[in-house]
């Protein structure tokens, strides 16, 4: 399956963990898990939320780093 979100590679570039973000979003845990394996993904709103706690801007989760 092809990556959609940079979301994991972020997390570990900024020290945070997937564990971090969900408590920051109050979702569960594993809904996260399943943003950072790409197995779901966040709706628009929810992204544009963890930019903003990550620091950082949307593009930097949703585009790979061979396109940049």
Not at 4 to 31: C, D, H, Y
Not at 36 to 44: I, K, Y
Request: proline share 3%.
């Amino acid at each position: 399956m092809e990556e959609i979100n940079r979301l994991k590679i972020v997390l570990v570039e900024k020290k945070r963990t997937g564990k971090w973000l969900a408590e920051q979003l109050g979702k569960n845990p594993s809904t996260v898990s399943k943003w950072c394996s790409n197995v779901a993904q966040p709706d628009l709103a929810t992204l544009v939320k963890i930019a903003s706690l990550l620091e950082i801007g949307v593009q930097e989760l949703v585009i790979s780093a061979k396109l940049r």
